[in-house]
């Protein structure tokens, strides 16, 4: 199977673990706020320690292979760039639909009774599905060229990824599910939204595939480590504390930090 192959198939993986979210929605009600707040955590640690540990350094090398060039600055302009790009896709998103806002934890719980209306709801959780879906474009380029490089650190990316879009599955399908009452409709508008992150890594091999070298793939891994910081800070990490207790959320974010270092070590 060629790297192109397999690198489709981690980051369709990736963008499907919105799945696990949408299945968790219909099955259960969110009535332990922790666990929530700790899967959030976790994820958000993850793509922290990943994002500094791993790609910024592959960033640098990557530029210095190309010509020679200040690897540490295009790293750092390359991570800035991403953060801008996740951040202006956030601004075009209308805060009530907006994945990374808060929200009332409970206002969604399709097994608590309200007098909200559904009509409204249904359409909350399909400009949710489109919004997810645009956020996740940039996403899945990310987890793609991380499994095209051959650097080794294509599965953490993936793994952190798959973490971070599981809440996302729940985003989508809670709203659909209260709705409507139907499961299949909202598994779904959840499984549509992870499917952006396949096509969006199709787009981009599309279009950068013909100028891949050492530079392309130095930019790419500095967008996506500002991409998962930026995402971590404004979304997971937020979310974690107003789903749990405060330390329960920041033991979390540690917990995960930990765990990729101790598998980045076993791998090396």
């Not at 896709?89 to 639909?97: A, G, K, N, T």
């Not at 979304?235 to 995960?256: K, N, Q, R």
């Amino acid at each position: 199977m060629s790297d192109v192959a397999i690198a489709l198939i981690l980051t369709t993986v990736a963008g499907l673990s919105t799945g696990i979210g949408s299945v968790l929605s219909v099955v259960a009600p969110r009535s332990n706020q922790n666990i929530l707040s700790v899967a959030l955590g976790f994820s958000a640690g993850v793509m922290i320690y990943i994002s500094f540990v791993e790609l910024l350094p592959a960033a640098s090398a990557q530029f210095m292979k190309a010509a020679g060039v200040d690897g540490a600055l295009y790293a750092f302009i390359a991570f800035i760039a991403g953060i801008m790009i996740v951040a202006l896709l956030d601004r075009l998103v209308p805060e009530p639909v907006n994945p990374h806002e808060s929200h009332d934890p409970t206002a969604l719980d399709p097994h608590q009774k309200t007098t909200v209306k559904t009509k409204p709801l249904y359409r909350i959780g399909v400009l949710t599905t489109l919004s997810i879906g645009l956020h996740n474009f940039p996403e899945g380029a990310a987890v793609f060229f991380s499994n095209l490089s051959g650097e080794g650190i294509g599965w953490g990316v993936t793994l952190a990824v798959a973490l971070h879009n599981i809440p996302e599955g729940l985003a989508v399908a809670l709203p659909v599910y209260y709705a409507t009452g139907n499961r299949t409709k909202a598994l779904l508008y959840s499984f549509a939204s992870g499917v952006a992150e396949p096509i969006g890594a199709i787009l981009a091999y599309t279009i950068l595939q013909p100028f891949l070298g050492p530079m392309v793939m130095g930019a790419s891994f500095g967008v996506v480590a500002g991409i998962m910081v930026f995402l971590s800070i404004d979304s997971l990490l937020p979310a974690a504390l107003e789903h749990g207790h405060h330390h329960t959320a920041i033991y979390s974010v540690m917990g995960g930090m930990a765990l990729m270092g101790i598998s980045l070590l076993m791998l090396r």
